[in-house]
């Protein structure tokens, strides 16, 4: 049976890391922020906030909600991001999608700054992870799928990566970067032909493509390693992944779960990236006030 790639162990690393790092930016005087905006109130938006919330409080990240109504004009959308923009308090904005179908979702996007930009939605983010610059941050489950390969010692250096999946959320960003870090990337898509053949000559393979319980055992092969990222539901309205993990668990080397795998991390990994975002902050605060003094 395939070992388990549980997410709450990398979680709980992360939060190790988020403590002592707020421990010093409030020696600063400083105390991280992220802002929540909501659109509407669906039912999958309202939990995902509470538990964004819940968690960031446990960590000591402030959290701050803007919920605007279901119709709210585009233009009253995009005044709400650009008033988080001039709030010096706000260090960090989380977004949540998809918006109503009546709003400009790129537009929407694109009005945040990308220095508070914590889950990569934005033109600038995503060109810093395509072009490996090492600014802005990446989308936050695309990050997620590399922290829970790391903790768990997956070797990426010249590894075959197959990614299916082609979103801006996941797909694209996240084989981006695993070729940063030198594996050789492999990205399917509805289009690709017999992706099940693909994706049995790969070390790792990523699944990212919203289709519950789609790749099963003729996906596989022993000896890999499998992260699912889908967040569905089956017929019965159990969340499950985009992989048959019962016919693929007998088989590979490794799996995350879902319930209780990436999608775990990602939430820890959007509190790192607002702390990272208040660092920053902090850093340029004082580099102005020592330029005040000189």
Do not use: W
Request: glycine share 8%; hydrophobic share 45%; with cysteine.
């Amino acid at each position: 049976m395939a070992e388990l790639l549980r997410g709450k162990p990398v979680s709980d690393e992360i939060a190790r890391n988020i403590e002592s790092r707020i421990a010093a930016l409030h020696e600063l005087g400083a105390c991280p922020a992220l802002a929540l905006v909501r659109v509407g109130e669906r039912p999958d938006d309202v939990a995902y906030e509470r538990s964004v919330m819940k968690r960031a409080e446990a960590l000591g990240v402030v959290t701050r909600q803007v919920t605007l109504a279901a119709d709210a004009e585009e233009d009253q959308v995009v005044a709400s991001i650009e008033a988080i923009n001039v709030d010096e308090d706000i260090h960090g904005c989380l977004l949540f999608r998809p918006l109503p179908p009546h709003l400009d979702e790129e537009r929407v996007c694109n009005a945040l700054a990308a220095k508070k930009d914590v889950d990569g939605i934005t033109n600038a983010s995503l060109a810093s992870v395509f072009i490996d610059s090492g600014q802005g941050f990446p989308p936050s489950t695309a990050d997620a799928c590399l922290k829970v390969l790391d903790h768990y010692g997956v070797p990426l250096e010249g590894a075959r990566v197959v990614v299916v999946g082609r979103s801006l959320v996941v797909g694209k960003p996240v084989a981006m970067m695993l070729l940063a870090r030198h594996a050789t990337v492999t990205l399917c898509h509805s289009r690709t032909p017999d992706v099940a053949a693909v994706t049995r000559e790969a070390d790792v393979v990523v699944f990212a493509s919203g289709r519950p319980k789609r790749f099963g055992a003729e996906c596989v092969r022993p000896g890999q390693v499998v992260i699912d990222v889908g967040i569905n539901f089956d017929e019965a309205g159990v969340m499950c992944g985009d992989v048959d993990g019962a016919a693929v668990e007998p088989i590979v080397r490794a799996l995350t779960p879902v319930p209780g795998g990436v999608g775990t991390v990602t939430t820890a990994t959007t509190l790192l990236h607002t702390v990272e975002a208040a660092e920053v902050a902090a850093r340029e605060q004082t580099d102005i006030a020592i330029e005040r003094l000189m």
